[in-house]
């Protein structure tokens, strides 16, 4: 069992940048992958980044070139960079971990992006 807690989300202008972190309570060395995910409101919760435990990564193709994952295996953290953060990625943003039999997920941080 891992818990998952995200923070770093907030109100940002169009064109900045936040930095969201997912603190595990475990060690995520062996962890499948691990991911960041969004839903907006009145939508379907969508993948935003995944990385895995070889450092992998995979982006939706709204953030590439935008939004960095990365991962620290000492700190037990998960990272996303958002920079020229754009009004349609206001959303609650939650962060995953695939252990391969099952998915956790933490409580979600929001990002509003103000135009």
């Known amino acids: 069992q891992v818990q998952l807690v995200e923070s770093g989300g907030g109100l940002v202008q169009a064109g900045g940048s936040l930095r969201l972190s997912c603190a595990a309570s475990?060690?995520?060395?062996?962890?499948?992958?691990m991911g960041w995910y969004r839903q907006a409101p009145g939508k379907q919760r969508e993948l935003v980044a995944t990385i895995t435990s070889g450092g992998s990564t995979n982006y939706a193709d709204s953030v590439k070139g935008r939004f960095t994952i990365s991962r620290d295996n000492a700190k037990n953290t998960v990272y996303l960079q958002m920079n020229s953060l754009k009004p349609e990625d206001t959303a609650v943003y939650y962060c995953n971990a695939d252990v391969g039999h099952y998915n956790y997920w933490g409580q979600g941080t929001q990002v509003t992006v103000s135009s």
């Open positions: 475990r060690s995520i060395f062996s962890i499948n992958a």
